[in-house]
Structures are given as C-alpha cells and as structure tokens.
C-alpha cells in the first residue's frame, strides 16, 4: 500500500524557506532542492499558505516565504495542513454483525487507531520548524 510523502516534502519546503527567510524562493528553487517538479511544490505551498505558514508573491523577486517564525511552527502543524486527519483507515465495507469478531472490530479498532494517533500527534507538536532546522545545521557541520 503507497504511502504519501506530502509532509516529507511540505518539512523540506519549510525548512528550504526558513533558511534564508529574508528571500522569498521560488517554486523552481524550491523543486530543485527536492528533486520534483515545481508544480508538485507550488500545490503543497498552496495548502500550506491556507493555513497561514507561508505567503507567495507574484512577480520579478516573487516566490514564497514562512508567513510565521519556525520556531512557532510545529511538525502537527505542518502535517495537518498536508495530510488527511486520520493516519489509520477503517475498513471501508461495513463488517457482519454476525459474529463476534465482526460485531466488536470496529470499536476496538478504532479505540487503538486512536491512542496510537494521538502518540503520533503529540511526538510531532513536540517538534518544532526551527528544531529541524537545527538538526540540519548540525548535520551540515559535522
């Protein structure tokens, strides 16, 4: 089963940006870093500009900038702002109520999807745009 790879790539956006955020980039620049094509960029800066983590400007010396500092931009931000809001799917068929398996999976299901979710969620408030970043630099360093 695919997996998306949309807030892999809106992190690598906002990271990009928050670099040198005294530049706006553009979503060629931005394409680049990523090896993909800007129009895959320029719809993920879209979604993230609705939620007010970048802002774009038409033009000469246009392009794309963090509408916020990366210190106030956590990772659940940036993944809500790309992904769907459930990360385990339910069973799209209604199951059988026929036995016991098929009248209690759903609930029990959706008890430990929902546990596991919010570990998820809150490992990633935890982190912050600007602690990427950091860990970048110091990779970089090294």
């Given at each position: 089963?695919?997996?998306?790879?949309r807030?892999?790539?809106?992190?690598?956006?906002?990271?990009?940006?928050?670099?040198?955020?005294?530049?706006?980039?553009?979503?060629?620049?931005?394409?680049?870093?990523?090896?993909?094509?800007?129009?895959?960029?320029?719809?993920?800066?879209?979604?993230?500009?609705?939620?007010?983590l970048?802002?774009?400007?038409?033009?000469?010396?246009?392009?794309?900038?963090?509408?916020?500092?990366?210190?106030?931009?956590?990772?659940?931000?940036?993944?809500?702002?790309?992904?769907?809001?459930?990360?385990?799917?339910?069973?799209?068929?209604?199951?059988s109520?026929?036995?016991?398996?098929?009248?209690?999976?759903?609930?029990?299901?959706?008890?430990?999807?929902?546990?596991?979710?919010?570990?998820?969620?809150?490992?990633?408030?935890?982190?912050?745009?600007?602690?990427?970043?950091?860990?970048?630099?110091?990779?970089?360093?090294?």
């Amino acid at each position: 089963m695919p997996t998306s790879t949309r807030f892999a790539v809106a992190v690598h956006i906002l990271s990009y940006l928050a670099l040198d955020r005294k530049i706006a980039k553009t979503s060629d620049a931005i394409a680049a870093s990523i090896s993909t094509n800007p129009a895959v960029v320029r719809r993920l800066l879209g979604d993230l500009s609705r939620v007010g983590l970048t802002n774009s400007q038409l033009g000469k010396g246009g392009g794309a900038r963090l509408a916020i500092g990366p210190k106030r931009i956590t990772l659940l931000d940036i993944y809500r702002a790309v992904e769907a809001p459930e990360i385990i799917a339910m069973q799209r068929s209604t199951p059988s109520d026929e036995d016991i398996v098929g009248r209690n999976i759903q609930p029990v299901l959706k008890q430990a999807a929902s546990t596991a979710e919010q570990a998820f969620f809150d490992a990633l408030a935890g982190q912050t745009l600007k602690d990427i970043l950091r860990s970048i630099k110091s990779l970089e360093a090294a």
